[in-house]
T-cell receptor
Framework: KQEVTQIPAALSVPEGENLVLNCSFT??????LQWFRQDPGKGLTSLLL?????REQTSGRLNASLDKSSGRSTLYIAASQPGDSATYLC??????????FGTGTRLKVLA | GAGVSQTPSNKVTEKGKYVELRCDPI?????LYWYRQSLGQGPEFLIY????????DSGLPNDRFFAVRPEGSVSTLKIQRTERGDSAVYLC????????????FGPGTRLTVL
């Protein structure tokens, strides 16, 4: 059974720091992995999608990597800003349609 | 509208009652997902529709939960004989089709069962 874990559960950093969020999954047979952002009381916004054949994806200050063999992904956020404060979730596509989410990392960037 | 909408935004009901939660996907999106998110957890997959049919309902927790999408657009999640453990935020997401992985999420319906 696929399980997705995110570490740390919460993180507080000063503005301007570079930071790394971690996601691990137990079954390497995935179609893709996505990183989402969730603001309080809101739905999820897709940030980056990495297909199983890819190693990384970049969008602006965000870079996500995928190592299927070790069951890991990292989300790197450069030069963090207070507006980056949110919960970050990773999800693996474990079947044709089914996504399994981690429990998220709550990020707070202090001004 | 431009995005996925869900109604109601909040629903409070009593144990044992029946509830319906509605999702309006982005126009033209044929793929639709329902998820349930409990406090402090990530979303949990419930069901996936491609068009009018439920292609994967393996996440529905039991037979009290049912979902329909009769015309391939709006979807309704129906919960019978609600229990306190059903309290959660129910999220809906849509994507263009079954081959497109980017999902667009609605704001969710917060269900509270007293």
């Amino acid at each position: 059974k696929q399980e997705v874990t995110q570490i740390p559960a919460a993180l507080s950093v000063p503005e301007g720091e570079n930071l790394v969020l971690n996601c691990s999954f137990t079954d390497s047979a995935i179609y893709n992995l996505q990183w989402f952002r969730q603001d309080p009381g809101k739905g999820l916004t897709s940030l980056l999608l990495i297909q199983s054949s890819q190693r990384e994806q970049t969008s602006g200050r965000l870079n996500a990597s995928l190592d299927k063999s070790s069951g890991r992904s990292t989300l790197y956020i450069a030069a963090s800003q207070p507006g980056d404060s949110a919960t970050y979730l990773c999800a693996v596509k474990a079947g044709t349609y089914k996504y399994i989410f981690g429990t998220g990392t709550r990020l707070k960037v202090l001004a | 509208g431009a995005g996925v909408s869900q109604t109601p935004s909040n629903k409070v009901t009593e144990k044992g009652k029946y509830v319906e939660l509605r999702c309006d996907p982005i126009s033209g999106h044929t793929a639709l997902y329902w998820y349930r998110q409990s406090l402090g957890q990530g979303p949990e997959f419930l069901i996936y529709f491609q068009g009018t049919g439920a292609a994967d309902d393996s996440g529905l927790p039991n037979d009290r939960f049912f979902a329909v999408r009769p015309e391939g657009s709006v979807s309704t999640l129906k919960i019978q004989r609600t229990e306190r453990g059903d309290s959660a935020v129910y999220l809906c997401a849509s994507s263009l089709d079954s081959s497109t992985d980017t999902q667009y999420f609605g704001p969710g319906t917060r269900l509270t069962v007293l």
